[in-house]
């Protein structure tokens, strides 16, 4: 039986910008959306139709103006539009992983530990954490040589594929993809598809934004269309 | 982040100079193992914020409250100077921006460690000299100059000194004044880094002061930014900046940089 990950109702965007002559931005209203444990959702839509504003607002790394954003937490649900912080970073560190498109990158940090790091903050000892990471590190490919080095000079497409590395370490029942595979070749794009369809067959859910449509196509149950709740500009 | 009550409860804190608001009406629960910080330029408030918070200046108006180890929520002005210095040295620990306020320059750097051990009643000297030996390590200052004067480390090994001095103790709550802040960008970078390190394993509380918004990103979980004395907008550290609500924040962040 389907069970709903993810219940937004009704939820709107506006952009106030103060310092630029306090114009606004309407990105999108009256938005509603519903995703269930083991099902992929593709965010789907041109350019500036506010997919990766939909994807922050689901972390509540955006604010919306109005609607309720319902993320299951612990056999219940937390609304992220209204939940207190630490509330959020509860939700963020056991059920909602989140993979920017770019790796932000700590300085000095080793590329095992920033992979590792999602389960230290769950209180997972150092060495069982970092064994963790070698493990997805080798399954997408990071080179060991490279493992203790700080990712700062790495490729585009490697930053991407430690982000993503440590975006799937954790398990997170939940799981925002923003262009998982944008900066991939084909080879490991495959292989990030793969982990996607490993995560759904554990009965994860996964929104995500693809751009490359082979694996969409490959990986989406539905697509979810942005254009319908454009803002009136 | 699992406790039912807040560590640090602050309920309407103003401190005027004269006048002149320093800070105005700010309210804030600090839960135990966050990380607190608090942005804003030159004269917005955050010293005297911090000041209050730290029971160095009362407030004019408002109340603050800490859940005190084996004695629950005291009321911060409400209590003796003794009881303030106690409280201060066992529970606490205080970072200055320049680590000469906050390192005594003139006694060696196992001392200015050890010394802190035997304000909160360490007397065996071999246990002292063990444990400040391990933290030096901890802070990554080689051990071998322990017994030498902080006059003759660089500047980021004086603050990593500081930090030593500060978590021997075991505190619960630290606040920060810029920690980073006179250091050049590479030891800039290594200090946050283990800094971070350090509140994580250690489950400690910090109020962190700065107008660096990469050092919070970094480090805070929760932001308020203040300008003239008040708390504009508060919030996630990663919400704050990355979707600035008030005029000032929104100025704030898109005034900064891009290296």
Redesign the interface.
Same mark, same amino acid.
């Given at each position: 039986m389907m069970t709903q990950a993810i219940d937004v109702r009704g939820i709107a965007k506006n952009?106030?910008?103060?310092?630029q002559g306090d114009v606004e931005i309407g990105v999108f209203q009256e938005l509603s959306l519903s995703v269930d444990f083991g099902s992929c959702v593709a965010l789907h839509g041109p350019s500036g139709c506010g997919k990766s504003t939909l994807l922050?607002a689901l972390y509540?790394?955006?604010?919306v103006d109005r609607g309720t954003i319902g993320v299951r937490h612990d056999g219940g649900w937390v609304d992220m539009a209204r939940a207190a =912080?630490?509330e959020?970073?509860?939700v963020r560190q056991r059920s909602l992983g989140y993979v920017s498109q770019f790796l932000r990158v700590? =300085?000095?940090?080793a590329t095992l530990d920033i992979v590792a790091e999602p389960l230290?903050?769950r209180g997972v000892a150092d060495d069982a954490a970092r064994e963790q990471a070698a493990i997805l590190l080798r399954r997408v490919n990071i080179p060991e040589r490279l493992w203790e080095l700080a990712p700062s000079t790495f490729s585009g497409g490697e930053q991407q594929r430690v982000n993503i590395a440590r975006g799937f370490i954790a398990d997170f029942p939940i799981l925002l993809l923003d262009e998982p595979t944008a900066a991939l070749d084909a080879e490991n794009g495959a292989i990030v598809a793969e982990m996607i369809l490993e995560a759904k067959a554990q009965d994860r859910a996964i929104v995500g934004i693809f751009h490359d449509a082979a694996i969409r196509a490959k990986v989406c149950d539905h697509l979810f269309e942005l254009a319908p709740f454009k803002a009136a500009a | 982040?699992t406790s039912d009550r807040p560590l640090l409860n602050v309920q309407n804190v103003s401190h005027y100079y004269g006048d002149r608001a320093g800070c105005l009406d700010v309210s804030v629960d600090l839960?135990p193992g966050?990380i607190i910080g608090i942005v804003g330029e030159s004269g917005s408030g955050k010293t005297t914020l911090l000041n209050c918070l730290s029971a160095r200046l009362q407030p004019t108006a408002g109340r603050i409250f800490y859940d005190q180890r084996h004695r629950g929520l005291v009321d911060l002005y409400a209590l003796s100077e003794a009881e303030r210095r106690f409280l201060i040295r066992t529970d606490w620990g205080m970072v200055h921006q320049n680590p000469r306020d906050g390192l005594r320059l003139g006694v060696t750097a196992g001392a200015n460690i050890g010394e802190r051990l035997m304000a909160v009643g360490e007397r065996h000297y071999g246990q002292i000299r063990d444990k400040a030996l391990d933290w030096l390590g901890r802070v990554e200052i080689d051990t071998a100059r322990i017994d030498d004067l902080p006059q003759t480390f660089s500047g980021g090994m004086q603050q990593r000194l500081q930090i030593a001095r500060n978590l021997v103790t075991g505190p619960r709550l630290v606040f920060m004044d810029e920690p980073t802040g006179g250091l050049d960008v590479s030891v800039q970078?290594?200090l /946050?880094?283990l800094l971070?390190g350090l509140v994580?394993r250690l489950h400690l509380s910090v109020v962190l002061v700065t107008h660096d918004l990469a050092v919070v990103r /970094?480090l805070a979980?929760?932001l308020m930014v203040m300008q003239r004395g008040r708390v504009v907008e508060s919030? /996630?550290t990663?919400?704050v900046l990355?979707?600035p609500?008030?005029?000032y924040t929104?100025?704030l962040v898109?005034s900064v940089l891009q290296a």
């Open positions: 952009f106030r910008l103060h310092t922050r509540a790394n955006y604010r =912080p630490r959020i970073l509860a700590i =300085p000095r940090v230290r903050q | 982040m839960w966050e970078a290594r /946050l880094d971070r994580t /970094l979980h929760r919030g /996630l990663d919400q990355d979707d609500q008030h005029r929104q100025l898109s």
